[in-house]
């Protein structure tokens, strides 16, 4: 399973880019999910942005997130590792998390 | 002189055999033995421990926009003044290598000079950067540019000539043709081609005249043909390709690079809603269609051989700098490449492109020490690339831009 989590958010501050990164991972640290730190994740007008993917899986991407949110993001990221395709509806997104989807990426290939 | 001694990394040579555990020799800018290296040779160097972390070439985009400055708004990047747009531009430079990107082809500038002023102090070793091709603004003919604020215009053969000529004089290293438009802009369709072929030989014909190569943004199937009719060196995007220009592709595989920026098709349908253009409404002015088409087109271009490159067209509001690494993933995910034939096409293939294949792009004796230290293994997990915490040292010319930290260092004896 795959975690990935913004290093810059809150991108557009300079003084505090790259502290969401930190803390967030820190908090989800002892969890055992994988966490893959990006350099962002493009959700920045909502700062506080994490994605759950996985190799063939759809990426679904949440955003206005705190610290408040890792165990969440957890269950989150453990949900969509136990999918068959990633997508929303074929994992039970947390209810605090319902809301907070800002992009589901699918790795559609033509038909 | 000084040298550095990687020992004890898994050596991912870009010569296309599996990584194998080895000592990698560094002497001043140079690679200079690699696998099994004579201690006596090694005697007084540097000595990174490896501990079995993969060590590679430094990796290429080829469609870099320094000057691209992760805004939304893309008029902006024509009215932004010159002073602040340099500095962003360096910005980006320092990306690209903190991210482990030593080549960079330049895909067009914003202004005049931008690319050219960030390669010449890069050279110098005044700023911190990539190995750079420069380029300047990209020329479209009237009613055919994308951003009219950053677009160098041209008509016809004579006036192509001239705009090259004038580009040239800057101090660029490639010339850009914006041939054809793009569904986001909301005018400029990306099937529409705006060039002739006329003007497209006139270009061509005068940057090779003068040693310069020319790349093309170009998406419609007849953009693609006019750009291979004309022997142009560099196609951008190559979305709908059709048939014939598969085969076209295919004949002129020995010359031609394809480097799609699929990145870019990718985050404009699904990830730039935050934004303000949802998924629903990049569906409905094409891209899903395109990215479709353009998957299609690319399985085929790789089974037939033809050199596809990463390099994403980074640097807008929902394609970061910084996340060029992702495009490897997609070449995995959504091209059929293996993992290692992506980290071939984003090393021995940017080699290539930057016009140096005897001396970048591979971890070989001779070769240029522009190398990476990965903690992990990059072939199991492409995505390892896409995290800077995991890319431990970065080194361009055989010097340290990322240090591989002191508790990894001692001195050979």
Request: glycine share 10%.
């Amino acid at each position: 399973m795959t975690l990935l989590i913004c290093r810059t958010c809150p991108r557009y501050d300079m003084r505090a880019t790259g502290t969401f990164g930190a803390v967030m991972s820190a908090a989800v640290a002892a969890s055992g999910v994988a966490v893959r730190g990006v350099q962002c994740l493009g959700g920045c007008p909502e700062h506080g942005v994490v994605a759950v993917d996985g190799p063939g899986k759809t990426r679904v991407r949440f955003t206005g997130l705190d610290v408040g949110d890792a165990d969440a993001v957890v269950r989150a990221a453990r949900a969509h590792d136990a999918s068959a395709s990633g997508s929303p509806g074929d994992w039970v997104v947390p209810v605090e998390l319902m809301e907070r989807i800002s992009a589901v990426t699918y790795k559609r290939l033509p038909l | 002189m000084s040298s550095t001694l990687f020992r004890n990394v898994s050596i991912l040579d870009s010569t296309g055999a599996d990584p194998y555990p080895g000592d990698v020799l560094v002497e001043d800018d140079r690679i200079a033995a690699v696998g099994t290296v004579d201690p006596a040779r090694a005697e007084g160097a540097r000595v990174v421990e490896g501990r079995g972390r993969t060590l590679m070439s430094g990796l290429c985009d080829a469609h870099t926009h320094f000057s691209w400055i992760n805004s939304a708004d893309l008029d902006g990047l024509g009215t932004m003044p010159v002073e602040e747009h340099l500095l962003a531009s360096v910005e980006s430079a320092k990306t690209y290598i903190d991210s482990g990107y030593t080549m960079c082809l330049g895909a067009a500038s914003a202004k005049d000079r931008l690319d050219v002023v960030c390669r010449d102090a890069i050279n110098a070793g005044r700023i911190p950067g990539p190995r750079y091709l420069a380029n300047g603004p990209e020329i479209a003919v009237t009613g055919g540019a994308l951003i009219k604020s950053i677009t160098k215009f041209a008509d016809g053969p004579e006036g192509m000539r001239k705009a090259v000529r004038e580009l040239i004089d800057l101090g660029v290293d490639q010339i850009k043709l914006s041939m054809t438009g793009e569904e986001i802009t909301g005018t400029q369709r990306a099937e529409d081609t705006y060039f002739s072929d006329e003007e497209v030989a006139a270009a061509v014909t005068e940057a090779h005249r003068r040693g310069k190569r020319v790349c093309a943004h170009a998406r419609s199937a007849e953009s693609v043909k006019m750009c291979l009719r004309n022997g142009l060196d560099i196609i951008y995007h190559a979305s709908f390709t059709d048939d014939e220009g598969l085969d076209m592709l295919e004949e002129a595989k020995d010359w031609v690079f394809v480097a799609p920026g699929i990145n870019w098709l990718v985050a404009t349908l699904y990830e730039a809603e935050s934004f303000g253009f949802p998924q629903e409404a990049a569906e409905a002015v094409g891209y899903k269609k395109e990215l479709e088409t353009a998957i299609k087109g690319l399985r085929e271009m790789h089974r037939r051989g033809v050199r596809i490159l990463p390099g994403g067209d980074y640097g807008f509001a929902w394609t970061p700098h910084g996340t060029y690494a992702r495009d490897l993933e997609h070449f995995v995910e959504l091209l059929g490449f293996t993992p290692m034939e992506a980290i071939l096409s984003a090393t021995a293939l940017g080699g290539e492109i930057m016009l140096r294949p005897d001396e970048l792009g591979k971890v070989q004796p001779g070769y240029l020490a522009d190398l990476i230290l990965v903690d992990g293994d990059p072939i199991a997990d492409i995505t390892v690339l896409q995290d800077r915490d995991r890319i431990n040292a970065i080194m361009k010319d055989g010097r340290f831009h990322k240090e591989p930290g002191d508790d990894t260092t001692a001195t050979a004896v």
